[in-house]
């Protein structure tokens, strides 16, 4: 019986793999370290902004706490940040299980 819930499980990821390959890979073209740069830096600019606004807000706070909409800029960058990440994760792991095709920079190795 393990062996057949094993052999399941490994259809299962297989189907889950090639079902997955087959809907993203033709809506994104093959990918080089170039087109994954502006994904990195948008998530940078975006970890920047967060970061900037919680450091501006310290400084005029000074002992006191931060207002309903100084707290709500503050969500939203944070919120903005956090889905480039986890949209920049998601393409990570999709490169990793194969859904994408990539392509090496001249002189670099396949990926």
């Given at each position: 019986m393990p062996h057949d819930?094993?052999?399941?499980?490994?259809?299962?990821?297989?189907t889950i793999?090639?079902?997955?390959?087959?809907?993203i890979n033709p809506l994104i073209p093959e990918l080089g370290l170039e087109d994954i740069?502006?994904?990195?830096g948008?998530?940078?600019?975006?970890?920047?902004a967060?970061?900037?606004e919680l450091f501006d807000l310290s400084e005029i706070l000074h002992d006191s706490v931060?207002?309903?909409?100084?707290?709500?800029q503050l969500r939203l960058l944070r919120m903005i940040y956090?889905?480039?990440v986890a949209g920049a994760?998601?393409?990570e792991t999709a490169i990793q299980r194969g859904y994408l095709d990539v392509h090496s920079a001249p002189g670099g190795s396949e990926n």
């Open positions: 819930n094993n052999r399941l499980l490994l259809e299962i990821e297989k793999r090639d079902i997955n390959r087959d809907v740069r502006p994904v990195m948008a998530v940078a600019r975006a970890r920047a967060y970061l900037k931060p207002t309903p909409e100084q707290v709500k956090e889905e480039l994760k998601a393409l």
